[in-house]
């Protein structure tokens, strides 16, 4: 398969793929409601400009994604910026090519 084929550019994108379905599976959200809401958000992305179906694609995923979480309770947006601010500090103070830790 090449590049210009393949389903996701980046292994984040893999990864948030695979993130929400396990999310699904494990009762967070049905498919249903996901492709809802995803639709919805692909919907208002696309009102401002044409999407180009890369990262914008996957950017509108990570919206719905966290907007979904946010609404079930499963995850504050307050609290998932806080683990995100985290991680950044940490990636950041990590040497190249040492495994990142989160430290709380």
Request: glycine share 6%.
């Amino acid at each position: 398969m090449t590049k210009d084929h393949a389903p996701f550019d980046e292994p984040w994108q893999a990864q948030l793929f695979a993130l929400t379905v396990a999310l699904s599976e494990a009762g967070h959200f049905s498919w249903p409601d996901w492709t809802r809401a995803f639709g919805a958000t692909l919907q208002l992305h696309g009102a401002a400009r044409p999407l180009d179906g890369r990262d914008d694609y996957w950017n509108a995923w990570l919206v719905t994604l966290e907007g979904m979480l946010e609404h079930s309770g499963a995850a504050a947006r307050d609290e998932a910026e806080a683990i995100r601010v985290l991680w950044e500090r940490a990636y950041l103070s990590t040497p190249h090519g040492q495994p990142v830790r989160l430290d709380r």
